[in-house]
């Protein structure tokens, strides 16, 4: 079995961080509510993910925190991430025309160097330990 290279262990690590930073962001209490069909459960349960409205394969928007709202399992993987409810969401929240921002934003062309990775992964570090 081949080993992961140091790139894709930066990349799982700042998806890692930066999925709890976007779940505790969102929380009350501790409880989290799914962006588009409004189920609530403990932030840190398996049944609440970080959804994406536009692919984690754009890496213009993978880390993108309007692009990313709690999403439950059901609507994140079950229903594809109920992308046209998710758009009116964000619409609803950041204003007018963000989904479509999103969805500019996402087809922008992004090289991301390993520095700027780690450097990614010690922010949102630091802010889920003030989170928390």
Do not use: P
Request: with cysteine; proline share 0%.
């Amino acid at each position: 079995m081949a080993k992961k290279s140091k790139r894709k262990k930066l990349i799982e690590k700042l998806d890692n961080i930066f999925s709890q930073y976007i779940r505790l962001r969102e929380a009350k209490n501790g409880i989290v509510e799914c962006f588009t069909c409004g189920k609530q459960e403990f932030w840190k349960g398996k049944g609440m993910q970080n959804g994406h409205f536009m692919s984690r394969k754009n890496l213009s928007t993978r880390w993108d925190e309007v692009n990313c709202q709690v999403q439950c399992v059901g609507c994140n993987v079950y229903r594809y991430g109920e992308q046209y409810k998710f758009s009116i969401g964000l619409d609803a929240k950041y204003g007018g025309g963000t989904a479509e921002e999103m969805l500019i934003k996402s087809r922008e062309t992004s090289k991301i160097m390993d520095v700027e990775l780690e450097e990614k992964i010690k922010h949102y570090e630091n802010l889920v330990k003030e989170l928390i």
